[in-house]
């Protein structure tokens, strides 16, 4: 059974995910008090973060398959 996404639901998520950037640029900047440079680094730190967990995932799945 495979499941496709319609791109009402792609742009959505994308427009979601970009508002969500916004916000919690403006409160690391504001409320916090972080730099541009602090900020980049978190940024890096967390996107390696969770590029690490999908590609777990992915490797996951494909080593329980091989015979």
């Given at each position: 059974?495979?499941?496709?996404m319609d791109?009402?639901?792609?742009?959505?998520?994308?427009?979601?995910?970009?508002?969500?950037?916004?916000?919690?640029?403006?409160?690391?900047?504001?409320?916090?008090?972080?730099?541009?440079?602090?900020?980049?680094?978190?940024?890096?730190?967390?996107?390696?973060?969770?590029?690490?967990?999908?590609?777990?995932?992915?490797?996951?799945?494909?080593?329980?398959?091989?015979?």
């Open positions: 059974m495979e499941q496709d791109s009402l639901t792609v742009m959505t998520g994308i427009g979601v995910a970009g508002y969500a950037a916004l916000m919690l640029a403006y409160v690391a900047r504001v409320d916090l008090g972080l730099s541009s440079g602090q900020i980049r680094g978190l940024a890096i730190v967390a996107a390696v973060l969770i590029a690490l967990a999908v590609a777990i995932d992915f490797l996951g799945k494909r080593l329980s398959n091989v015979e």
